[in-house]
């Protein structure tokens, strides 16, 4: 199995519907995160979670819902987006705190997301 | 607050070049952690490398090598005879031991080598 794995790797909705981007990793990591990246912007990082708890959000707009039932899966689920919204959002899993964390992250593939 | 510059937007070389890609840093904390993360057109980050504030040695990995210096606050990576499969945007990010989980990412250089 790959390290991080991220489901739908394409998803079309309309600006009523909510969906929701799964990831899941099989590397024992205590850490996950959200990333968006847009065309022509940096990355962005969206939410931190630490052994299940999130401990960080970059000031993220409330449509985007986050949600860590445990350290090897994080959701993100989405309702009312915006067109501007369309972007790839990236899971990404490390070693967490106690682990001897020295940064590097393990990326999925990544879910295209366009808001119609 | 950290900041990483990569300078270079675009470069295009033609296959059997060498290239290096630019990497500067800013960051107030005395350990930190360096890295270049590559992304073919399929989307995912793969890791690439990682190098600790405190060693300063510089790396090679078969076509790849990373040139680390404290000095100017700078961190290439230089890939020799290039190939197509090496058309990717490469990114440099910096994350500090006061917060190891939050990496701070340059904008990318996309990379492109043409046969």
């Known amino acids: 199995e790959t390290g991080v794995t991220q489901t739908p790797r394409h998803l079309v909705m309309g600006m009523t519907n909510k969906k929701s981007l799964k990831c899941e990793q099989h590397?024992?990591?205590?850490?996950m995160y959200w990333y968006k990246q847009s065309a022509k912007k940096p990355l962005e990082l969206m939410f931190v979670?630490?052994?299940?708890?999130?401990?960080e959000n970059n000031s993220v707009p409330s449509r985007f819902s986050p949600e860590c039932p445990n350290s090897s899966h994080l959701f993100l689920h989405l309702h009312t987006l915006q067109p501007e919204d369309s972007a790839l959002y990236l899971c990404a899993s490390s070693q967490g705190p106690g682990q001897g964390r020295t940064g590097e992250l393990f990326f999925g593939e990544g879910s295209r997301l366009t808001v119609l | 607050a950290q900041k990483v510059t990569q300078a270079q937007t675009e470069i295009s070389v033609v296959e059997k070049e060498d290239v290096t890609l630019d990497c500067v840093y800013e960051?107030?904390?005395?350990?930190?952690?360096l890295f270049w993360y590559k992304q073919p057109p399929s989307g995912e980050l793969v890791f690439l490398i990682r190098?600790?504030?405190?060693?300063?040695q510089n790396e090679i990995s078969g076509r790849y090598s990373w040139n680390f210096q404290k000095s100017t606050s700078s961190f290439n990576f230089t890939i020799t005879a290039s190939q197509v499969v090496d058309s990717a945007v490469y990114f440099c990010a910096l994350s500090g031991n006061t917060n190891a989980g939050k990496s701070t990412f340059g904008d990318g250089t996309t990379l492109t080598v043409k046969p």
């Open positions: 590397l024992g990591h205590n850490a």
């Open positions: 979670y630490n052994f299940k708890e999130q401990t």
């Open positions: 190098r600790n504030s405190f060693d300063e």
């Open positions: 960051t107030r904390d005395t350990t930190y952690y």
